[in-house]
């Protein structure tokens, strides 16, 4: 009787979540229009205001996680100890100040419209150079030759790109050989939480207003499955942050 009831729940808050999730898809019909007839992009010129506004906020609030995950990079210096580092979806540079002193950088990005923040960024965390800001997506970084950079990041990246599989195999190619990927993604839920239950209900709206974002990926089984030689991971609670971006995975991949 219990494993009925149980199940019966299940189904009830399953329905109750994808009919929510209509009416928000419904909601948003006048952004998948804009979307369609490419008025969306008008959102892609205002959203770097955004996020570097938002960058604050958010690296004060993971300050520590940030520090901690950045804190070794130097292990993954080339044998002249140098470290050239390139980072996918740079967004305003809100890393910089975690790498370490010398560092070489490579900024890149799809939105053109960073830029400007980025820059600002740059001027305050001089302690690096900075080689190169490129326009380019995660999936085509053809751009940047094969095993040339010691570390790939990607940090809130992995939530909007279009194909994440391909994003890990090009970090894979640019890497050379026992460099690292090191990553930091807020990921969905567990499927028995209150939270699993909004990121699905809310994700229409969500996508639109987060300039693609999806909360619903399990990004660690992409991570898992990318063909890595080890990969360091932990599921973490970021702390003080709103409750649909609440898990998070951080951690590095070694080619």
């Not at 804009?34 to 938002?54: D, Q, S, T």
């Not at 130097?74 to 305003?92: P, V, W």
């Not at 939105?111 to 965390?125: I, V």
């Not at 690292?180 to 028995?192: I, K, N, R």
Request: net charge neutral.
């Amino acid at each position: 009787m219990g494993g009925f009831t149980g199940k019966m729940t299940y189904l009830m808050r399953n329905f109750l979540m994808n009919f929510c999730k209509l009416i928000c898809l419904a909601i948003t019909l006048p952004l998948q229009l804009m979307e369609f007839w490419g008025l969306y992009g008008l959102y892609k010129r205002l959203f770097p205001l955004l996020a570097y506004n938002i960058t604050f906020s958010y690296n004060d609030k993971m300050h520590e996680n940030k520090r901690n995950l950045f804190r070794d990079l130097c292990k993954f210096c080339n044998t002249d100890g140098t470290l050239r580092l390139l980072e996918i979806g740079c967004g305003s540079g809100a890393n910089f100040k975690y790498y370490p002193y010398g560092c070489t950088v490579i900024c890149t990005d799809p939105n053109p419209h960073f830029e400007k923040y980025l820059q600002m960024s740059m001027t305050a965390s001089n302690h690096l150079t900075y080689e190169s800001f490129v326009v380019a997506s995660g999936e085509d970084l053809m751009a940047v030759q094969d095993e040339s950079v010691d570390v790939v990041v990607c940090t809130l990246v992995l939530c909007s790109v279009n194909n994440v599989p391909q994003v890990l195999e090009e970090a894979r190619r640019i890497l050379r050989k026992g460099g690292a990927l090191y990553f930091l993604e807020h990921v969905e839920s567990d499927p028995s939480s209150w939270i699993y239950f909004f990121q699905h209900m809310l994700q229409p709206m969500w996508y639109y207003l987060g300039d693609g974002c999806m909360v619903t990926r399990a990004t660690w089984r992409d991570l898992e499955a990318a063909g890595f030689s080890e990969i360091q991971l932990r599921h973490i609670e970021a702390p003080r942050v709103t409750f649909m971006i609440k898990p998070h995975i951080l951690g590095y991949a070694i080619k």
